[in-house]
């Protein structure tokens, strides 16, 4: 979703980034998540770790609309028929445009963010936080 173009959120939906929870930097979704929501409340979601609901997504900006369940699917296909009245490259231009308006790339932040990732998925930090998460436990933390 942090990657998306439009985002519709049925209401009750619950979204959350448990990473550090489980000894892992949320690296590959960070340079998309830090255009979304900026950087407030990227660390708000990325360290507290905390679900958020459809309705707080809407007010950090990582959700376009909150829509009703049964509504979920109609909003979203009138949404995408509405993008596809666009010109093909005209709308590939506008989404290189809004790219090229970012001071880095999203490639760069990925790479950057990658390397962070690979760290992380290879410290004892990951092999405990995920093993706590699959036997349902608290992670023991090494001080």
């Not at 905390?50 to 829509?67: P, S, T």
């Not at 790339?105 to 290879?122: C, G, I, P």
């Amino acid at each position: 979703m942090s990657a998306c173009d439009f985002v519709i959120a049925a209401e009750g939906t619950k979204i959350g980034y448990p990473e550090v929870r489980r000894g892992l930097v949320a690296g590959l979704v960070m340079p998309f998540l830090r255009r979304q929501v900026g950087e407030r409340n990227m660390r708000e979601l990325l360290l507290g770790s905390e679900l958020i609901d459809a309705k707080r997504a809407r007010e950090m900006g990582l959700v376009n609309q909150v829509v009703a369940q049964g509504d979920l699917m109609t909003k979203a296909q009138k949404f995408a028929d509405s993008v596809l009245q666009g010109a093909p490259g005209a709308l590939t231009q506008t989404k290189k445009l809004i790219e090229e308006l970012w001071s880095s790339s999203v490639k760069q932040d990925v790479d950057l963010a990658l390397k962070y990732h690979l760290q992380a998925r290879e410290s004892g930090e990951a092999q405990e936080g995920i093993a706590a998460f699959n036997e349902k436990r608290k992670p023991k933390w090494a001080v």
